[in-house]
């Protein structure tokens, strides 16, 4: 049986068009990146499992990790995920480095999914931090995201980006209805969930957390908070109605909670206006995020478009992450943005330009063979300029040599004849008669 | 116990003075590879390992590969080179693209090494394949490897590549010495190592392999060619002294045998002159390169200097890498280069730029809170024009500015004061009051 020419499943393979396409995302990533001052970094490939483990807890680990034990008894895992990696190098470094550290990295990642739209096996991830730099760094990702997909050509039309706050989340769960740990997260879970199920089945869930009707009520108007005014209505009426012995999971008081818990989430909101991306931010009391090492802001960028009503990518802000290192804490806002969904979005709304054909500057071919030592050196010297040059070796008639260059995208076509050198604009379609010195030394 | 901050054996983390390292020359080889019409493409991470062992047998199977079973009882590999993937994509679109097919690649890959100089578990490796275009791709290739060396400063004072061609060496060992395969493998490894041992066990080795003292002078005859010279003088002599009928592996005559095993050797030693790429090129008898797949030129780069005296990369002609997908022959010839050993000439040789700080266009900072909003709105401003700007977020002393400054390569820095809006120029040290309008708008 001859070998499968398929790629392994939930895998790409990259032909040149494809390639293009995925350069041209990661040069805009880079590009973006750089304005902001962002430094590029990678880890390997492979890390020790330990390190999903102490990040993640077992879910992770055992669900969608490619984990394998090497041949000198090491547990093992393809990287699934980005954040483990940088926590490991800042910890290196982060001593020794003038802070806020903007990082930024495009790592694939390999998760084992059962592959469909929006998600392989096999991706590749931008991902952003800064560390050290407290509420302005949670703005300035923020800005970065906006840009990065304004340098696409998307605009407020096209996506808009989703924010939340975990310390208002948890002032909501812990403090005002009150829960532990444990059913928090399935609150968590729930919010999650809560536009895939009819109100009704949602009313059930709700109430098979809690057998109080005014704790499930405050969860159902957390829930359906639509706006920073609906926010600012609902703390009132909170405060107007509870008092401070009712926040028992805050054993500080009402006005300690408020400015610990519910203060950061309109602080950040007037430096989202402030920074001039007010119009591309809306609160979602959706937006939870629910990895545990989360521990501020949290978002998500949606696309709009209707047909593809789903997140680009998220991220938010994290207190702890040194600290399964023995490190000091150091505050962090990092965002991943997965490239998969983001070709999704960008073909969605017909931003990506056309990759089919490679670009050249110049196709260099003789018709006969007298002609081939000159060709040749023609493309050399073309190429000592930095043009990008096809040398269409050997040589052959006018009609193949046409029909060879419409498969590519090329500026000039020179061929050498038996008595000339000619050169086509591929772009006007005229054609002139050159010396070589003329072709060669820029001389035209 | 703290969790490890080390990477996993044998791979690294690149921390942004590496990376910006790694995306130098990776840039270096995507200009090289477009500048002769090179498109680039990229395959999976992990590929099924039946790929590896149609190509390699068992050998590199046990030995280097990563190697484990998926969840869905998959035997996969990561990759530890990149010629199968490049081979079975080929395999897929070969037959509606133009030829000849010019791709390149630089891909993470791994094998399970010990770690040492040179050679690490995890590293990249640029790749650069010709399809379809026979001897010709055989000197382009060439080419385009000394165009890649040379656009990182190297000279042939630096490198130079050596060159064989299997036919020429499957004349020696099968036309001349006479051996049938299994043993012509031993003579392969025996080349391979003869630098490394003094002449008399070698002498001593090649007679334990064949016991006719003129078929094992026959063979140091062949080690000892140092040039083309000397190989156009051996072949003279061996035809001056066999008859036809010694030529017993080639089931034709001896025409015929220099025609099909000899010429090639001699033909693309014309045009590597005729390219002007002589001065690089070199014969080297030693230069066999073990793999199977290789059917005419092979080469490897070398470093010269005495201290680094290592290869850098290594390529040859194939003309079956399709027959495992059960398609047509189709030729070929590749290169591939190692970042690793490539860092290691560039270091050697003083090559490499200084990437210890980042660059950036402007830092933007303010003195005092009352500063910041505008501060801020500089630096949103000239990100607009595509600049590179860090924003000094919050506000500092001076003192504290300039020596945060001294750790990047900043061109400008621009203060808000109190008062006005100041401009240094980092390079000629001195400073300037501009206004908003002036700074943003790019009219100074």
């Known amino acids: 049986m001859a070998l499968s020419k398929s790629p392994y499943r939930g895998t790409?393979?990259?032909?040149?068009?494809?390639?293009?396409?995925?350069?041209?995302?990661?040069?805009?990533?880079?590009?973006?990146?750089e304005r902001f001052a962002y430094e590029p970094y990678d880890g390997p490939m492979l890390e020790e499992v330990d390190l999903y483990r102490a990040k993640s807890g077992d879910e992770l680990i055992n669900d969608q990790i490619y984990s394998f034990t090497d041949r000198g008894e090491r547990e093992v895992a393809i990287r699934p995920e980005m954040t483990p990696t940088v926590a490991r190098m800042v910890a290196q470094v982060h001593r020794e480095?003038?802070?806020?550290?903007?990082?930024?990295?495009?790592?694939?990642?390999?998760?084992?999914?059962?592959?469909?739209?929006?998600?392989?096996?096999?991706?590749?991830?931008?991902?952003?931090?800064?560390?050290?730099?407290?509420?302005?760094?949670?703005?300035?990702?923020?800005?970065?995201?906006v840009e990065l997909m304004k340098s696409f050509g998307a605009t407020g039309d096209h996506f808009e980006i989703l924010v939340n706050d975990r310390r208002f989340v948890d002032f909501v769960f812990e403090g005002l209805i009150g829960l532990e740990p444990g059913p928090t997260k399935k609150l968590y879970k729930l919010v999650d969930a809560k536009n895939k199920m009819?109100?009704?089945?949602?009313?059930?869930?709700?109430?098979?957390?809690?057998?109080?009707?005014?704790?499930?009520?405050?969860?159902?108007?957390?829930?359906?908070?639509?706006?920073?005014?609906?926010?600012?209505?609902?703390v009132d009426a909170v405060f107007a109605d509870v008092s401070v012995s009712d926040l028992h999971h805050f054993k500080s008081s009402a006005p300690v909670a408020?400015?610990?818990?519910?203060t950061?989430?309109?602080?950040?909101?007037?430096?989202?206006?402030?920074?001039?991306?007010?119009?591309?931010v809306r609160f979602d009391p959706s937006i939870v995020r629910g990895l545990d090492y989360y521990?501020?802001?949290?978002?998500?960028?949606?696309?709009?478009?209707?047909?593809?009503?789903?997140?680009?990518?998220?991220?938010?802000?994290?207190?702890?992450?040194?600290?399964?290192?023995?490190?000091?804490?150091?505050?962090g806002v990092g965002m991943g943005l997965g490239e998969v969904p983001l070709t999704d979005f960008l073909v969605t709304h017909n931003l990506l330009p056309d990759f089919s054909k490679p670009e050249l500057d110049y196709l260099v071919a003789a018709f006969n063979p007298e002609g081939e030592a000159t060709a040749a050196e023609i493309a050399t010297k073309l190429r000592r300029q930095g043009l990008k040059v096809e040398h269409y070796l050997g040589s052959a008639k006018p009609k193949k040599i046409?029909?060879?260059?419409?498969?590519?995208?090329?500026?000039?076509?020179?061929?050498?004849?038996?008595?000339?050198?000619?050169?086509?604009?591929?772009?006007?379609?005229?054609?002139?008669?050159?010396?070589?010195?003329?072709?060669?030394?820029?001389?035209?």
């Open 12 to 33: 790409r393979d990259f032909f040149p068009k494809d390639m293009r396409g995925r350069n041209y995302i990661f040069k805009k990533m880079s590009e973006a990146s």
């Open 198 to 234: 009819p109100p009704e089945k949602f009313a059930a869930e709700v109430r098979s957390l809690t057998e109080d009707e005014g704790k499930a009520k405050t969860f159902e108007a957390f829930v359906n908070l639509a706006s920073m005014a609906d926010v600012r209505r609902f």
């Open 258 to 262: 408020v400015s610990s818990h519910v």
């Open 402 to 444: 046409f029909n060879y260059s419409d498969r590519k995208n090329i500026k000039y076509l020179v061929f050498v004849t038996e008595t000339e050198l000619k050169l086509r604009d591929m772009a006007t379609r005229t054609e002139t008669t050159v010396t070589l010195q003329e072709l060669t030394e820029g001389k035209r």
């Open 97 to 145: 480095l003038p802070k806020p550290i903007r990082w930024f990295s495009i790592p694939n990642l390999m998760r084992y999914e059962k592959p469909q739209r929006g998600r392989l096996r096999e991706f590749w991830q931008y991902n952003a931090d800064i560390f050290g730099a407290g509420q302005e760094g949670e703005v300035e990702i923020l800005q970065l995201a």
């Open 295 to 331: 521990t501020g802001l949290v978002f998500e960028i949606f696309d709009k478009h209707p047909e593809n009503r789903r997140a680009i990518a998220g991220g938010g802000a994290y207190a702890n992450l040194l600290q399964i290192f023995d490190e000091a804490a150091l505050e």
């Open 264 to 280: 950061p989430l309109f602080k950040i909101f007037e430096k989202i206006e402030a920074a001039g991306i007010g119009d591309y």
